[in-house]
């Protein structure tokens, strides 16, 4: 249970330091004095969105800490697990660094017995520790997936169902991923056969790297060969030729071989001349050589433009720049055909996976629902007694239970009927429920969950809403029958209920200060009286008030 709660520069709050003892606690003040802080603190403390403008001076840390006795609450694997040590009693604080508002960089942090933890895991312990209640949660009892949440509560399968979640995430990702390959390997088959006759029409061409501009120049050659042969032998024939250069230049090397053996400058022209002339020579045997190579076939020259013409065509027909591209294409091809071939090999492995996690689904929802299914009976049951309890002598109250096609939450659809007559059937809550009824129909569930689950610490703000008069005071005996057995924190505005309080805090404002505070401090004795004398009479407490808070007091 809480022993202790610290609040330091949190909203109206300045500095905190709230003893809290076992049974029924009760918080009481006027509107708007800041009852509800301490709610906050409670969430922030376990988890909840720290949200801007939390901290009363921005430039100061914001710190919330609660001490926990949690001795035989089987906290030590969670400690061991979450790496902090274990203690009674247990520390937990929240703070939030100067600036921790969204986008100013500030940060905000969680310890447990000064060992950081994340924000999951301070919420995940929470769980175990304490139920804040409010009058949000009042209006989500009429939703069909809070009702199931609550039925999971008292069957005791909120962590069976939390894991079946996950289950059934990884699942559905698998069945997804399975009718996305189905849908691929059907688009698939109806373009097998076109890509694969396009990948043949690429095969049977026996594409080659670099063949296109070989064949160009090739074919140009070809075109031209009558041309080309005649230039290189007239070449050959005007350097070696009877004629040619090379016999001209024999005689001009003849002529300058005579001076050369008497003056240097000659000698230095017959060098350049027989150089010329072994170029020529060169050039000439060349020529020849390569007029012996150039092919008059006409044969070969259409064979290599019906080539070019296919290389072309395959071009044009698929967008492709040139040969390279159209290599590229071809690999492309034939990796689709490959992939879509191994499509079937991946829809079968998908299928056996998909087929042994919907049965290892089907397995778990079945054991949440035969659980949901016992408790049903057992909670209506139970609910309707805590209602007679409180003022509904007639109430019927039952869940029920229709089977569903597995979905995140399972295979079990409730509804809740609600009937405060005697002659009337139950029916859905949001139809004929008031705001009392469902508070009274909440405390009653909220009250059996705790129970269900062990939760050492319940609290309640303004579960109250709605009631009034003795239905008021049999909600504060049901609220201290709680106490008896666990820890109970209750912000109320009713004095029937705040009169069977263990401890009676009272909650209001500083207003003589510079800044406006709020201060929380017990109530004993005859404060306590005139706490609820004010409570039912005003500001102005009269006599008769003060007699009925005596016998309010009695009446505990």
């Known amino acids: 249970m809480l022993k202790r709660l610290s609040i330091t520069n949190y909203l109206l709050i300045d500095r905190l330091e709230l003893d809290l ?11 708007g004095s800041g009852k509800s802080i301490l709610i906050g603190a409670f969430g922030l403390a376990m988890g909840g969105r720290a ?41 937990i604080r929240r703070q939030l660094d100067p600036g921790a508002s969204p986008g100013t960089g500030g940060r905000s942090r969680a310890f447990v017995n000064d060992t950081p933890v994340r924000l999951e895991q301070l919420r995940e312990l929470g769980e175990r520790l304490i139920h804040v209640h409010s009058q949000h949660h009042t209006l989500l009892l009429n939703d069909a997936r809070f009702q199931l949440g609550l039925v999971d509560h008292v069957a005791g399968q909120s962590k069976a169902v939390a894991a079946y ?52 120049a090739d074919l140009e050659r070809a075109e031209h060969a009558g041309e080309i042969q005649q230039a290189l032998q007239a070449t050959d024939q005007g350097i070696a030729g009877d004629e040619g250069l090379l016999h001209a230049l024999a005689a001009l090397r003849q002529q300058l071989g005579r001076a050369a053996r008497h003056d240097a400058g000659a000698n230095e022209l017959l060098t350049r001349l027989t150089t010329v002339a072994i170029e020529l020579k ?24 019906e080539r070019l013409d296919l290389l072309l065509r395959l071009q044009q027909k698929h967008r492709a720049k040139d040969t390279a591209a159209l290599l590229a294409l071809r690999e492309d091809l034939r990796a689709r055909t490959t992939r879509m071939g191994s499509l079937s090999g991946r829809i079968a492995e998908l299928e056996g996976q998909e087929a042994s996690m919907r049965q290892h689904l089907l397995a778990a929802a079945e054991r949440i629902s035969n659980a949901r299914r016992k408790a049903i009976p057992e909670l209506s049951t139970e609910v309707v007694v805590q209602l ?3 003022g509904m002598p007639h109430a019927r109250f039952e869940i029920t239970h229709q089977a569903t096609e597995p979905g995140p939450h399972g295979t079990d659809a409730v509804r809740a009927l609600f009937s405060a007559n005697r002659d009337r059937a139950p029916e859905p809550l949001d139809k004929v429920a008031s705001g009392g009824e469902l508070s009274r129909v909440m405390l009653a569930l909220i009250g059996l969950s705790a ?76 404060e306590r009286v005139q706490v609820l004398a004010q409570m039912l009479s005003g500001r102005k407490t009269t006599q008769a008030a003060l007699e009925n808070a005596r016998e309010l007091l009695k009446g505990r």
């Open 51 to 91: 949200d801007a403008g939390l901290a009363r001076d921005p430039e100061q840390r914001c710190i919330i800490e609660l001490e926990v006795a949690v001795k035989g609450l089987g906290l030590e694997a969670w400690c061991e697990a979450a790496g902090v040590p274990y203690e009674d009693p247990l520390i």
């Open 165 to 216: 979640r996950t289950d059934f995430r990884a699942w559905r990702a698998v069945a997804d991923e399975l009718e996305r390959v189905r849908e691929e390997e059907a688009r698939g088959r109806a373009e097998l056969d076109y890509l694969a006759f396009q990948l043949d029409e690429l095969d049977q061409a026996q594409l080659k790297e670099g063949e296109q501009e070989a064949l160009e």
């Open 388 to 390: 007679k309890k409180l």
């Open 282 to 305: 060169d050039i000439g045997a060349e020529a020849e050589r390569l007029a012996a190579g150039v092919t008059l076939d006409p044969r070969a020259a259409e064979r290599m433009r």
């Open 451 to 526: 129970e269900s689950l062990g939760l050492p610490t319940v609290v309640f703000d303004e579960i109250d809403t709605g009631v009034s008069g003795e239905v008021a005071d049999r909600v504060g005996e049901l609220m201290a029958r709680m106490g008896r057995k666990r820890q109970v924190i209750a912000i109320t505005h009713l004095p029937q209920i705040a009169s069977k309080a263990d401890v009676h805090l009272l909650v209001s404002k500083d207003h003589a200060a510079e800044v406006v505070t709020t201060r929380i401090r017990p109530v004993h004795a005859e």
């Open 21 to 31: 003892g076992d049974g029924l606690t009760i918080i009481t003040g006027e509107t």
